[in-house]
């Protein structure tokens, strides 16, 4: 189904993370929807031991930026990565979709994230298998790789379509040669361009 040509996506920084002598950026993303508005992944809103000893982040929640919290209807985790489910808890009570394989392995394997930022008060999360059609014209696509429960949003936008990727690639140089179910899944949508957490600019197809 096509979307509707008002579908915007605007990114938002909310931390960079010390990683391998440089400062990578964690974006979310937010889908302004005729339907709705759609935020995806959360980012980080507060320090925890674990994430500064690997990381040294230097935080810019959401609660703490010019953004409006309440006007958010529906929460996509593409995965549950601490850097990307710790502001959960600011969507108590909106359902946050999340692969069912990706919150299993969240609760369940050690070291794998923060589980009390993924099960934090009033978290309310809608466990899905495989494909589903959120709204018209958006949807979510597993994308195994980064983490096996991986997911992405896909949006119609008549032509090419645009993917909100999370880390289905960390860097831009995954998605011109790719590896992964995920990546290679990605490609195959023939994408106009792809939003990712951990870059500045949307990645593109590399044009001959």
């Known amino acids: 189904m096509n979307a509707p040509a008002s579908i915007t996506i605007s990114p938002i920084l909310v931390a960079d993370l010390f990683v391998e ?25 507060e320090l925890h031991p674990a994430v500064v000893a690997a990381f040294s982040p230097r935080l810019y929640p959401l609660s703490k930026q ?23 808890h600011l969507f108590a009570g909106k359902p946050i979709y999340v692969q069912r394989r990706e919150l299993d392995n969240a609760r369940n394997e050690d070291d ?3 589980r009390e930022w993924v099960d934090a008060p ?3 999360y809608v466990p899905v298998d495989g494909e589903l059609e959120l709204l018209p014209g958006l949807r979510l ?4 790789g980064h983490t096996a429960g991986m997911q992405v949003v896909v949006v119609e936008t008549g032509g090419h379509p645009v993917v909100v990727g999370g880390d289905v690639a960390v860097w831009f140089g995954e998605l011109d040669e790719p590896q992964t179910e995920g990546q290679l899944r990605v490609r195959a949508l023939d994408p106009e361009l792809v939003w990712l957490a951990h870059e500045h600019e949307p990645w593109r197809p590399r044009t001959a």
Not at 31 to 38: Q, T
Not at 141 to 144: D, N, Q
């Open 112 to 114: 794998y994230t923060i």
């Open 66 to 88: 010019d953004f409006d919290l309440a006007g958010i209807d529906i929460v996509v985790n593409t995965h549950l990565h601490a850097d990307h489910c710790g502001g959960n």
């Open 21 to 45: 002598g440089e400062r990578m950026p964690v974006y979310v993303h937010v889908i302004d929807h005729p339907n709705g508005r759609i935020l995806v992944d959360t980012g980080m809103t």
């Open 122 to 124: 009033g978290v309310e």
């Open 141 to 144: 696509v597993p994308a195994p």
